[in-house]
């Protein structure tokens, strides 16, 4: 989290949202996110890890209450900034939540569970607003593929020849199994490698039940080397949704 607090690591997430890649990336996890959840148009969704509000503004043009919260108060300012309208929140996800007990339909955690140090607490905090049958929506970069197990490589004689880079796959369990699960996105940005298994675990363990896992995939492909054209090769990103337990109040 503390990278986005930086200016120089908030940028960097802005430009990459306003880069084609960030822009194809936002396209299609909406899509995927839309069909995750009840189209209920008076729900209320918390988009959790809001970064600078695509999304929590997307959907507000949906369902009637949306609020977007991020720990990073640099990437709530651009976002109040760009998207008056809407609601967004300065708050730590791993912190007490300000949000009354069993009263969020749906919760959506995109693209920002591996920037936090404490997902098993996001978790439990998510379980104690969420209405009993609501949903969690989370989307993450597969561990399988993605940094820093997957890492594009293109060798000297591929530059000469001007290819796209290859996927390179590195010891999976080399990083898994490490003390420090810190990796970088880029100079500024650092994150944290955990598995499927943990995240799918960490939520059971709080009373979600897994009811889907779609690997989120580009329908055509692209000329460029881009986010598009790694998508439409490799489940580069999955979608992971949860239902909260009836039972758990």
Same mark, same amino acid.
């Given at each position: 989290m503390d990278s986005y607090n930086s200016q120089l690591g908030s940028r960097q997430y802005e430009d &990459?949202?306003?880069? *084609?890649?960030? @822009?194809?990336?936002?396209?299609?996890?909406?899509?995927?996110?839309?069909?995750?959840?009840?189209?209920?148009?008076? @729900?209320?969704?918390l988009d959790a890890g809001c970064g600078s509000g695509w999304l929590t503004h997307a959907l507000a043009g949906l369902f009637a209450d949306v609020c977007g919260c991020d720990a990073s108060a640099e990437l709530i300012a651009y976002a109040k900034n760009k998207y008056p309208k809407q609601e967004f929140l300065v708050c730590d996800l791993t912190a007490n939540l300000?949000?009354?007990?069993?009263?969020?339909?749906?919760?959506?955690?995109?693209?920002?569970? +591996?920037?936090?140090?404490?997902?098993?607490?996001?978790? *439990?905090?998510?379980?104690?607003?969420?209405?009993?049958? !609501?949903?969690?929506?989370?989307?993450?970069?597969?561990?399988?593929?993605?940094?820093?197990?997957?890492?594009?490589?293109?060798?000297?004689? !591929?530059?000469?020849?001007?290819?796209?880079?290859?996927?390179?796959?590195?010891?999976? &369990?080399? &990083?898994?199994?490490?003390?420090?699960?810190? &990796? !970088?996105? !880029?100079?500024?940005?650092?994150? +944290?490698?955990?598995?499927?298994? *943990?995240y799918i675990n960490w939520a059971v363990d709080n009373g979600f039940a897994l009811t889907q896992m779609r690997e989120i995939q580009a329908k055509t492909d692209s000329p460029n080397f881009n986010l598009q054209y790694q998508l439409y090769r490799f489940p580069y990103i999955l979608l992971l949704e949860f239902k909260k337990s009836n039972f758990i109040k």
């Open positions: &990459f949202t306003n880069s *084609e890649s960030g @822009q194809f990336q936002q396209k299609i996890l909406l899509d995927y996110i839309l069909a995750s959840l009840d189209r209920n148009p008076k @729900q209320k969704i300000p949000f009354e007990k069993n009263s969020v339909d749906a919760i959506v955690a995109n693209m920002s569970l +591996h920037d936090m140090d404490n997902v098993p607490q996001a978790l *439990e905090n998510f379980k104690l607003i969420t209405k009993p049958g !609501g949903k969690l929506v989370i989307t993450i970069s597969n561990p399988y593929y993605s940094l820093p197990v997957g890492v594009w490589k293109r060798g000297i004689l !591929g530059r000469l020849l001007l290819k796209k880079p290859k996927l390179l796959l590195r010891p999976y &369990f080399y &990083f898994k199994n490490k003390t420090d699960r810190k &990796f !970088g996105w !880029g100079d500024n940005i650092t994150s +944290h490698f955990y598995s499927l298994a *943990e």
